[in-house]
């Protein structure tokens, strides 16, 4: 179930596109779009390997706005309140030709170095991946 690694990857972020190299993992991602369950993958992207549970975005939405603030901010409590109705309103499923991000959540990043960083939510460009497998990986020393 993966793909291979394609030496072009793009030369910036602001390049959303992936120009195709992820067909298998762009149709994976709309079927979860459609339903109400979660996929473990593990990506390559930028030289670190992340890897955590592949979610639709309504319910990666309603996770960041889960995501609990330092202090009770006005300005975040705000923000979660637009999160939570933009997960209301964004009910319909795109096709896998109009992905263009994987949305994760229970995320843990491995860096080139070693050290490992564990973050609630995470949402990738798809032109940043050069690589991907379906599962988690635990890195131990």
């Known amino acids: 179930m993966t793909e291979s690694i394609e030496s072009d990857t793009p030369s910036t972020s602001s390049n959303l596109d992936d120009n195709g190299r992820f067909a298998v993992l762009r149709s994976l991602l709309a079927v979860l779009g459609e339903s109400d369950t979660s996929l473990s993958v593990t990506l390559f992207v930028d030289g670190a390997v992340v890897t955590g549970r592949a979610v639709p975005r309504t319910e990666w939405l309603e996770a960041v706005a889960g995501v609990p603030s330092p202090d009770d901010d006005p300005t ?22 109009t992905i263009n991000t994987v949305n994760l959540i229970d995320v843990t990043i491995f860096s080139v170095g070693g050290a490992q960083m564990l973050i609630p939510t995470l949402q990738i460009a798809l032109a940043r991946v050069s690589g991907w497998t379906l599962g988690r990986v635990e890195f131990q020393r």
């Open 76 to 97: 975040a409590d705000g923000i979660r309140t637009l999160l939570r109705g933009a997960a209301d309103v964004d009910s319909e499923p795109l096709s896998s030709t």
